[in-house]
């Protein structure tokens, strides 16, 4: 559990703190929640992965939020309508899933908060699926089939194992990078799983209408790379080709006037040298590394609110301001690049 998450856990020590005056305290007045996805019942793509809320427990969320804070659209950061006589919130999620469209997406505009979506290229019309599903696929299926002599060989060769044991087997699938998309593409044929057929039957992704039909809604796009790799992983040349080729299909595709891009996974990785390059695209980028500064001004760090375990939103946004008052303290409150 990480040091975070301590500070979420013994929330009953700063549970009566306003928030406004942790907001204070901490000398911010905006913050940058973001989900993924809502679960309606049906998840086949996040529940070996992390626990994602609920309708109810989203909707909970959203009313804490607008509680204390006022929504922003990303458009009113980027034209700086704000005012700096309250406090902020601008909401997203990532990976352009169907269960926005169907799920999230009339939450939302019954509660009148015009969040951003922020699209991975590739993934649009479910023409590809994102490693980390097929990874999550494939740990429900070896949670509940019985292999046979043959397979599990088969298996034990592909991942190099001295036996057949599934502990073994899940912490691969667990930390696979998308460098061994292959190793799981050919995993999924031992044990019989096409996810061409699962991304034909169940449509994980949004199609180009419905995000157009959301868009004409008052919702907001951005780019989330092509394919969602870790940019810690690439090399300067890779990551600039993941972001600006992303954007530029994302914008073309939906007409959108203003460059807007998320970091998939999180921002590690990634130097002053990236940021120097891509300052003349005149865009907006976003992390995930919660409440934290940053020495690029057009950059800004979003809060996660899902994990391994459920919190309410009140904890985490008291808890992300506890850990970041904190982290100040010892001078740790900043992401340093070079």
């Known amino acids: 559990m990480s040091l975070k998450e301590l500070c979420f856990r013994f929330n ?43 309708k109810k427990q989203f909707i909970e969320d959203i009313q804490y939020l607008k509680t204390h804070f006022t929504a922003l659209s990303i458009n009113d950061l980027q034209l700086k309508k704000h005012s700096k006589n ?33 699209l991975n290229s590739s993934f649009i019309d479910n023409k590809e699926l994102f490693y980390r599903y097929k990874v999550n696929i494939l740990i429900e299926l070896m949670l509940k089939i019985k292999l046979s002599e043959t397979k599990k060989e088969s298996i034990i060769k592909l991942l190099e194992l001295k036996k057949f044991n599934k502990k073994d087997i899940f912490k691969f699938l667990r930390n696979a990078s998308i460098h061994q998309t292959t190793t799981l593409d050919t995993f999924a044929e031992i044990v019989e799983v096409s996810f061409s057929d699962f991304l034909e039957q169940e449509k994980p992704y949004m199609s180009k209408n419905q995000i157009l039909e959301l868009k004409n809604k008052g919702f907001g796009f951005g780019a989330h790379s092509k394919n969602h790799p870790r940019y810690s992983q690439l090399n300067l040349k890779d990551q600039l080709k993941e972001t600006l080729e992303s954007l530029l299909e994302i914008n073309d595709l939906f007409s959108l006037k203003n460059n807007f891009f ?27 590394s919660g409440l934290k500064d ?24 008291k808890g992300e301001l506890i850990y970041y008052i904190l982290k100040k303290l010892i001078g740790k409150h900043k992401t340093k690049r070079k």
Do not use: W
């Open 12 to 54: 009953f020590f700063y549970k009566l703190l306003p928030v406004h005056f942790l907001m204070k305290l901490a000398n911010k007045s905006m913050i940058l929640p973001f989900y993924h996805f809502v679960n309606d019942g049906e998840n086949r793509l996040t529940r070996n992965l992390y626990q994602s809320k609920t």
């Open 86 to 118: 309250n406090f902020r919130f601008i909401l997203s999620f990532d990976d352009g899933l169907a269960n926005f469209y169907n799920v999230v997406a009339p939450i939302l505009l019954e509660e009148e908060v015009y969040c951003i979506n922020f």
């Open 262 to 288: 998320a970091f998939p996974f999180s921002d590690d990785g990634v130097k002053n040298e990236f940021f120097e390059i891509i300052v003349k695209e005149k865009m907006l980028t976003f992390g995930s």
């Open 294 to 317: 940053d020495e690029i001004e057009t950059h800004y760090q979003r809060i996660p609110m899902e994990f391994n375990t459920i919190y309410s939103a009140e904890t985490i946004i």
